[in-house]
């Protein structure tokens, strides 16, 4: 095996800060983003929309819009050619929310559902075009009710990831144990439809070459679109090819494909030119996912020092009538804390909405929201310190599957928090704390989410320049993942940082992760090093057999790699040769490493540990009841998430991730009309979210426990934990503020004004 070279100077920007190696591409425009790349002949799609959210299409008259100025063709279900369903098939693959291909039918089953594509020579043209398609409809009521009652459904049912009970985990007798309980709360707690929102909207490019087809796409899992692709146009994978060179950013909307990417692929193959379809922002708010909502009531039966007996969890989430995409906020609810008697539930309701999709934090998110209010208010009905009562039930396993957590440093994450936030400054009792003339409220959370990998392969070329390639078909979404896997192979080899070539999002590159479920870093780590490894092994054979070369007639295993040069290893480095010299002298260009790591996540052998990180948030409100005024303004987060590969763009994580929260504590809420089934508020002026005007200084600090379970690096993921909890934090702190308890996100100005 080749020497890690732990002492390198290359190896120790591993935990260190480092700059984004994209960012220079980025900030001069050289980026090129999916509706960045032109070809020549190339069409523009606009898709019509229903204007309906139930019942059928009657008629579609096209005949205007054919005849207009520059444009090709009006597709619809009468001429867009064959589209197959696909289907998930082994490990995790084929994964897609709506399985419907476009215009299967005529049936409506949301607003915005396509029902016709207009492509033409221009965007304006094929705009003009999509608005002069008349359709008429046969409407029926459509049901966009928010109060959830769950469908009468078996007691297990298919998700798009699998068959799950509906009875999630249960442990104990919660019942008699709530029965019993000295201390009983029972609340409800409602999180509403939230829509990605992220900057760059959704955007493919449909190319054929024959019975090739290249999708230049904006995607967080490039291999699992060109699966989806070959079975909907019943083609071998690698006919199929999947570009996607930078995301701006998808919050999980992008992880799996929406029906916006056949229906271009379709219309390229009938046109024989190629096809681009960008979604007008408005059209992001109708068929590329949302987070459901969720409905969840929470009871916990306590003992009056405040530990818990029983734990329930019971909720049901909104799906539309196509997906089967599962909310799970029960996940967390299982193992958070120390309980004896427990039971998480949950059950469906459909709704005449688009599919709904994991957005950052699927799950555990809501679940967390709930769970972390109830434990809030619990500590508030004891005059218990919430952080004391987290304490007090600070489990020592996960006692949902009675395996010992790989590593949890929770308590030493409340401890941390307190001190940084000056949480024991806190007086508990409401309005009581003041600075500047504005009533101060703080809040408390803990959050939490799984840790694993996914397969990951990655090929590592050292080349003759001394520069050194990495290459995975996996993404970066704007997380720092270019960043990650130069600072990867840049330790494994010593090769400087900025000698590094990373190249991304190509399916034409060994199969890598998605980019979800904050798990593309932990799953690449083994994967670069393997194929450095590999590389190196190579490189050392070169050099004791190349005439002429100072190691030949050694053994390979006498030659050692540090640092970018071989040296015998009983001559130290005084006599050391840098690698692209010994590859000049053998007239090679390159010698590469094939690197895999395997799945943990799906995989079927009994784990031996529970594999999660942790964290918590302080969060401090400003409340100006004169003017109903509330501001969020300090957070102070703390996160064991094992290693950190990259504190810089980490702590930009988590920080991005609490703006986020605020949004979701505040002013995130997808609005639909009862009359027609249509998003409301689907524009950046009537969706709200958390700007820089809303963003306080957030304070990041990470543990650092490295979890070897995941890796050799021992990192586990960091994109999605900072969202978690930080809602619950949110809306303690409006509670010690203004007395309010608000237990329907977001907080509205107008729940503080009773
Ligand atoms: Mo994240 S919802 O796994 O993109």
Redesign the pocket.
């Known amino acids: 095996m080749a020497t890690h070279p732990q002492a390198s100077p290359a190896a120790s920007c591993i935990g260190r800060d480092t700059v984004r190696v994209d960012g220079p591409l980025k900030v001069t425009g050289v980026a090129q983003y999916t509706s960045d790349f032109h070809f020549a002949g190339m069409l523009y799609a606009v898709p019509v929309g229903a204007t309906i959210a139930n019942g059928r299409v009657t008629k579609l008259d096209t005949t205007t819009a054919e005849k207009m100025p520059g444009v090709v063709a009006i597709f619809h279900r009468g001429n867009i050619g064959k589209i197959f369903r696909s289907i998930a098939g082994s490990g995790f693959s084929g994964i897609c929310e709506e399985r419907r291909p476009p215009f299967e039918d005529d049936v409506v089953r949301y607003y915005g559902q396509y029902i016709a594509l207009a492509v033409a020579e221009t965007f304006e043209a094929a705009k003009a075009a999509a608005d002069a398609v008349r359709a008429s409809y046969a409407a029926e009521e459509p049901n966009v009710a928010s109060h959830l009652v769950a469908e009468d459904e078996p007691e297990e049912v298919v998700t798009t990831f699998g068959p799950m009970k509906r009875v999630q985990s249960q442990r104990g007798d919660p019942d008699a144990a709530f029965a019993a309980a000295p201390i009983k709360l029972d609340h409800t707690y409602v999180t509403p439809i939230e829509t990605h929102n992220p900057m760059e909207p959704h955007s493919t490019t449909a190319i054929w070459e024959g019975s090739r087809l290249t999708l230049y796409e904006s995607s967080?899992g490039v291999v699992n679109l060109r699966g989806v692709l070959a079975q909907m146009f019943g083609l071998p994978p690698e006919n199929v090819r999947v570009i996607t060179k930078f995301v701006g950013s998808?919050?999980?909307?992008?992880?799996w494909p929406w029906t916006l990417c056949p229906l271009a692929a379709a219309a390229a193959r009938q046109l024989g030119r190629p096809v681009r379809l960008v979604l007008a922002r408005k059209m992001m708010f109708h068929a590329v996912g949302h987070r459901p909502r969720t409905q969840q009531r929470v009871r916990l039966g306590a003992t009056a020092e405040g530990k818990l007996i029983s734990l329930q969890h019971d909720y049901v989430y909104t799906r539309s009538m196509l997906d089967a995409h599962h909310e799970d906020c029960g996940e967390a609810t299982t193992l958070q804390y120390s309980v004896p008697n427990l039971r998480v539930t949950f059950g469906r309701a459909r709704r005449n909405i688009g599919g709904g999709?994991?957005?950052?934090?699927?799950g555990r998110v809501p679940g967390l929201y709930a769970i972390e209010s109830a434990m809030n208010e619990l500590a508030h009905r004891l005059n218990i310190d919430p952080l004391q009562l987290r304490m007090l039930n600070e489990p020592q396993v996960d006692e949902s599957k009675g395996l010992p957590f790989s590593s949890r440093h929770m308590v030493e994450c409340l401890q941390l928090g307190a001190e940084k936030f000056d949480w024991s400054r806190r007086n508990p009792a409401v309005g009581s704390m003041n600075r500047d003339g504005l009533i101060l409220g703080w809040g408390m959370a803990e959050c939490s989410w799984m840790a694993a990998r996914f397969p990951a392969a990655v090929y590592v070329q050292l080349r003759d320049d001394g520069s050194c390639r990495v290459a995975s078909a996996t993404q970066d979404?704007g997380t720092g993942t270019y960043t990650n896997l130069a600072q990867l192979a840049s330790a494994r080899t010593g090769i400087p940082l900025e000698k590094v070539e990373v190249q991304l999002g190509d399916t034409s590159f060994p199969e890598g992760p998605?980019?979800?479920?904050?798990?593309a870093t932990p799953s690449i780590v083994n994967a670069v090093f393997a194929a450095a490894d590999q590389a190196i092994e190579s490189l050392k054979t070169v050099a004791v057999s190349t005439p002429g070369s100072p190691f030949a007639n050694h053994k390979a295993e006498d030659v050692s790699f540090e640092d970018g040069v071989l040296f015998l290893k009983n001559e130290r480095r005084a006599k050391s040769v840098p690698f692209f010299e010994l590859l000049r002298r053998a007239n090679l260009r390159q010698v590469t490493g094939n690197g895999q790591s395997p799945a943990t996540f799906g995989d079927p052998n009994p784990p031996k540990f529970s594999t999660q990180s942790f964290g918590c948030h302080f969060a401090e409100v400003t409340w100006q009841p004169e003017i109903a005024r509330l501001r969020v303004s300090r957070v102070v987060s703390v996160i064991d998430a094992g290693k950190i590969i990259n504190p810089l763009a980490g702590r930009n994580q988590i920080q991005g991730a609490v703006v986020m929260g605020i949004g979701m504590a505040l002013l995130e809420a997808t609005e639909y009309d009862p009359q027609n089934g249509a998003p409301l508020n689907s524009s950046f002026a009537d969706y709200l979210v958390a700007v820089n005007a809303d963003a306080p200084p957030v304070e990041v600090h990470f543990l650092d426990y490295p979890d070897k379970e995941l890796n050799q690096l021992g990192a586990r993921g960091i994109?999605?934990i900072g969202l978690a909890g930080i809602a619950a934090a949110i809306t303690d702190a409006v509670h010690h503020a203004t007395g309010v308890r608000v237990r329907e996100l977001p907080v509205r100005i107008e729940d503080l004004l009773a």
Not at 250 to 255: D, E, M, R, V
């Open positions: 967080q998808g919050f999980g909307s992008k992880l999709a994991d957005m950052r934090g699927p979404i998605i980019s979800g479920g904050s798990m994109g999605e």
